[in-house]
């Protein structure tokens, strides 16, 4: 199931794209095969995702009695902590980039 608002807010990042009056730069390759930042933010957060799920099963697997190795519980317990916060990192970056950008006077 997907997120909607995490998809509409992906949506607004890509942006409407360069405008028709505008002339590209001499020298300067416009097409880009490469994936947008807005899929490779949504990849990463899915990632992120996909990391805090197998941290939940694998605690409640340890509470319900279904394994009884600690080590692993806590290994994912921890790689999930560990991506979660590195991701707020990112976030907070990106609103300050935003905020420096929103400053700029023109």
Partial sequence: MKDITLSSHLKGLQGPGPSQG??????????VDGPSFADTLAQSLDKVNSMQKE??????????????????????????DLAFRLTMQVRNKIVEAYQEVMRTQV
């Fill in 22 to 31: 505008l002339t590209k730069p001499k020298g300067v390759d416009t097409n």
């Fill in 55 to 80: 941290a939940d099963v694998a605690i409640q697997d340890f509470v319900a009695g279904d394994t009884r190795n600690i080590h692993e519980t806590m290994i994912a317990v921890g790689k999930a």
